[in-house]
């Protein structure tokens, strides 16, 4: 739970000795740079209230347009530039809510490779990692998030971008390459992401490619990512992700590029090992 600092206690004080609504208190909170707010930080302000008392005034506010309950206990602010929308790109909040719910995190997939240019477009769909127990993907205001649960990841392959509310953290290029092959089914097939591989590996980079997070991904993912940019794309980052992988010690062994599809009668006539059971197509 987030603790009270020294302003924010006296800003309380102020507020209840007036005789503040919830409304100015949450009013207060944006014009200070907070974009959220926890319930138990309503409940001490207002200690006054009845429990259905709050959660009936909350309701109200979110009935308004002015918070929306992103978590149980969690209320985001919207922003006068957001209130048509109904809601804040999750890019602004989804670090504060993270926090909250004591995890961590990154952001993934489609909303990676978008910071990276490598996205035709913002999806509506947010893709967020963190560890187990499983989270419930959630539903609001036309914006769905999916929680992806991991056992382990190393912030060395993590990336912070500043927000206008904060700061997100978000796989770095290679680690994106890899979750997108890796998790293809949920952005859309095979061929999605390799068009969006066609346009992120311009900002794979050598150094990325380190053993602890050869070691840490999947060894199937990394030969079918290997054989999509040597192959399909040419990229001459495929040469780097090969020596590192051969001394990481990942065992390459026979592996359908379509994992969904039947591997009768096809090749797999390549050092990645892969089996090529499918044909890609690369958007343009």
């Known amino acids: 739970m987030r603790k009270l600092s020294f302003f924010d206690t006296l800003c309380k004080i102020l507020l209840v000795s007036v005789n503040f609504s919830l409304e100015d208190w949450v009013d207060n909170l944006l014009s200070r740079g907070r974009h959220s707010f926890s ?5 001490s302000t207002f200690s006054t209230d009845s429990e259905a008392a709050l959660k009936l005034k909350l309701t109200r506010l979110s009935k308004k347009g002015k918070i929306v309950s992103v978590h149980q206990g969690y209320y985001i602010i919207i922003t006068p530039q957001y209130i048509a929308r109904g809601i804040l790109p999750v890019a602004l909040f989804v ?10 995190y990154y952001v993934g997939l489609l909303n990676a490779a978008a910071f990276y240019g490598a996205a035709h477009q913002q999806p509506q769909e947010y ?15 036309g914006i769905r998030i999916n929680y992806i649960s991991k056992k382990q990841f190393n912030s060395e ?5 500043k927000t206008e509310t904060g700061f997100i ?19 859309g097939g095979l061929n999605r992401a390799a068009t969006v591989l ?11 490619i380190t053993l602890s997070l050869l070691k840490e991904v999947s060894v199937t993912a990394v030969q079918r990512l290997g054989f999509l940019l040597e192959i399909i794309l ?27 599809q039947s591997t009768k009668g096809f090749s797999a006539d390549n050092r990645w090992k892969i089996i090529v059971n499918t044909e890609i197509e690369i958007d343009e």
Request: overall charge positive; cysteine-free.
């Open 39 to 43: 319930l138990n930080e309503a409940r």
């Open 95 to 104: 670090d504060g809510l993270m926090k909250f719910l004591s995890r961590p």
């Open 127 to 141: 893709f967020v990692f963190t560890n187990f127990p499983v989270l419930r993907p959630a539903n609001k205001k």
């Open 157 to 161: 392959h993590l990336e912070q971008r």
């Open 169 to 187: 953290t978000i796989s770095n290029p290679l680690l994106t390459a890899v979750d997108l092959v890796q998790f293809e089914k949920r952005i």
């Open 198 to 208: 066609n346009e992120l590996a311009e900002s794979l980079k050598p150094e990325q």
């Open 234 to 260: 040419k990229k001459e980052i495929s040469e780097h992700l090969f020596a590192m992988s051969k001394q990481a010690g990942l065992d390459f062994f026979r592996v359908p590029l379509k994992l969904s």
